[in-house]
């Protein structure tokens, strides 16, 4: 089945620690998303990939880098993690013409800081 | 500022029906998204509108009007499976998806 795939499910680091999350698809969407999500909050999007294109959200912090080396992967690199960046991580696809655009998620990261 | 709104909370009986709005204000329109979230989980598609009118699939039925700014979530013979959170999204001009904080919703046998 066609999917989005995230590695690992549950990701424990320490403070300062840099930590990588990641995404993969086989739905060969050209579109990938990264998000972080706190309890009871809406997704908020950190940034997204039209094909190789990136494009950062104006409120992301620089601690939160991107990597997309293919199609198929997306990288989540944290370089600093502090407390407040405990979260869960969501990446979606979505496929180009733009339109519908439905986004379909991954089934997430849970990081915990220490 | 671009604002999705719907209620934090809601809850319904087994075999009943619930209906969860969202009202929304953004920069254009390009379409409104339902997601159903389980807790730890992530989301996944319900249903999509762009024009107006009721669309039905199954047991769930989400409705949009645009000169109000409104939908709705029509859920009907509820299971206990259904309990989750409920997300509203919206495509604005820029094709930017403004997320609602989501809806939990909580069936009681």
């Known amino acids: 089945d066609a999917m989005v795939i995230q590695n690992p499910r549950y990701q424990v680091t320490q403070f300062g620690k840099p930590v990588t999350l990641s995404c993969s698809q086989t739905l060969n969407h050209n579109v990938m998303y990264w998000y972080q999500q706190k309890s009871s909050q809406a997704p908020k999007l950190l940034f997204h990939y039209y094909d190789k294109d990136f494009n950062n959200e104006a409120d992301t912090p620089d601690n939160f880098q991107s990597r997309r080396p293919n199609t198929s992967f997306c990288f989540l690199d944290i370089r600093s993690p502090g407390l407040g960046d405990a979260a869960m991580y969501l990446c979606?696809?979505?496929?180009?013409?733009?339109?519908?655009?439905?986004?379909?998620f991954g089934p997430g990261t849970r990081l915990l800081v220490l | 500022g671009q604002n999705i709104d719907q209620p934090t909370e809601m809850t319904a009986t087994e075999g009943a029906i619930v209906q969860i709005n969202c009202t929304y204000q953004t920069s254009g329109f390009n379409g409104l998204f339902w997601y159903q979230q389980h807790a730890g989980e992530a989301p996944t598609f319900l249903s999509y509108n762009v024009l107006d009118g009721l669309e039905e699939k199954g047991r769930f039925s989400s409705f949009l009007s645009r000169s109000k700014g409104y939908s709705y979530l029509l859920l009907k013979e509820l299971q206990m499976k259904d309990s989750a959170s409920y997300l509203c999204a919206v495509k604005d001009s820029n094709y930017q998806l403004i997320w609602g904080a989501g809806t939990k919703l909580i069936i009681k046998p």
């Open positions: 979606a696809t979505s496929d180009f013409p733009r339109g519908a655009e439905t986004q379909y």
